[in-house]
């Protein structure tokens, strides 16, 4: 049985953030009583302004290939791509099985991420890139930021060390280095349903593993 004096100081200390929420949300009605019909007007305009603005913006990220996820074909294009873009993820890659496995999150989340742009390239194929940024694992993703690579995923280590990894789990690795953002201007599909984003790629793709090397 609970000791009667603890469970009085637990009762009195949910009483205490009981009243704290309600003393805040009396704060912001009153607030919202307070506005003016010029008060809210101004709200729907600068709102307004703020839907302009991100228009604007996801136009320009679409014209830049933002929203799909694509081949860079040679090593001059990397260089122009990470120019163009605050914010790139670039898969160096080649023809295995793991790297199949890469490709199928990374084409989900270019859609979800229209901010970021999402790309990858032979490895093999760019032995300046791979050497200048010290490509030795593969799949390896450079996450880059402002035309300078910032952080790695190499391999599936931090994704749980398995093939069978989440899409979920890549998504919050990346924006842990704050190169795609969670909420709000990211998603170009905000609807899609969370189960297909955390399904495994493995489970659902299960009959190309016999291309694996």
């Given amino acids: 049985m609970a000791n009667p004096n603890v469970q009085e100081i637990i009762e009195k200390q949910v009483l205490t953030v009981a009243k704290a929420v309600e003393d805040k949300i009396d704060d912001e009605i009153a607030a919202l009583d307070r506005l003016d019909l010029e008060d ?23 014209s830049l290939g933002h929203g799909e996820y694509t081949e860079i074909p040679s090593e ?54 791979a050497e200048k940024l010290k490509i030795l694992v593969l799949p390896t993703l450079a996450l880059i930021k402002n035309a300078k690579v910032d952080d790695y995923v190499v391999g599936f280590d931090e994704l749980g060390g398995t093939d069978e ?9 990346l924006a842990k280095a704050q ?21 495994s790629v493995r489970q659902s793709e299960s009959h190309d593993s016999s291309d694996s090397d």
């Avoid at 990894?165 to 690795?173: G, M, Q, S, W």
């Fill in 179 to 199: 190169v795609i953002f969670f909420e709000g201007e990211s998603s170009l599909n905000s609807s899609k349903s969370s189960a297909q984003t955390r399904r």
């Fill in 165 to 173: 990894f989440n899409t979920e789990d890549l998504e919050e690795r």
């Fill in 40 to 62: 809210i007007e101004a709200l729907r305009e600068r709102r307004l302004q703020q839907m302009k603005k991100m228009a604007e913006k996801r136009s320009r990220w679409i």
């Fill in 76 to 129: 001059k294009d990397f260089f122009s791509a990470v120019k163009a873009s605050d914010r790139v993820v670039c898969h160096f890659y080649r023809d295995n099985w793991p790297c199949k496995v890469m490709d199928k999150h990374m084409s989900i989340l270019a859609k979800q991420h229209v901010e970021t742009r999402f790309v990858k390239i032979h490895a093999e194929k760019s032995p300046f890139l």
